[in-house]
């Protein structure tokens, strides 16, 4: 099953967008296929994830588990601020980001 693609908006000086067109027609490209493909190798070059291969079925499945932590997220902070509790919701998005940021440092050193 082929991934569903979603558009999302980045905005390129003229000069950018010419060094990009010019960058994927040199790699017989569409420009914008060119700069997802760069940006995902960037990204997997940041996180050390080059010699992962994730299924399109492993793809899906960290999409939709994604999409629904967000929305849980999401929900459990509007049910806070009505609650008059916004600081709660606040320290714990700092505790989960301190969590992970631990988490992926010491991946980083095995």
């Known amino acids: 099953m082929p991934l569903k693609r979603h558009p999302h908006s980045i905005?390129?000086?003229q000069e950018e967008w010419d060094t990009v067109?010019?960058?994927a027609q040199a790699n017989v490209m569409a420009p914008g296929?060119?700069?997802r493909e760069t940006?995902?190798?960037a990204a997997a070059e940041t996180w050390d994830l080059s010699e992962v291969h994730l299924t399109p079925e492993l793809i899906a499945l960290?999409?939709?588990t994604f999409r629904?932590?967000?929305l849980?997220?999401?929900l459990k902070r509007e049910e806070l601020a009505v609650a008059g509790k916004q600081n709660r919701f606040k320290r714990a998005a700092a505790a989960a980001k301190t969590a992970l940021d631990q988490a992926?440092?010491?991946s980083d050193s095995t």
Request: aromatic share 12%; charged share 25%.
């Open 104 to 106: 992926m440092s010491k």
């Open 33 to 35: 296929e060119y700069v």
């Open 62 to 64: 960290i999409s939709k």
């Open 39 to 41: 940006a995902v190798r």
């Open 11 to 13: 905005r390129f000086s």
């Open 21 to 23: 067109t010019r960058a």
């Open 72 to 74: 849980l997220a999401y």
């Open 68 to 70: 629904g932590v967000h």
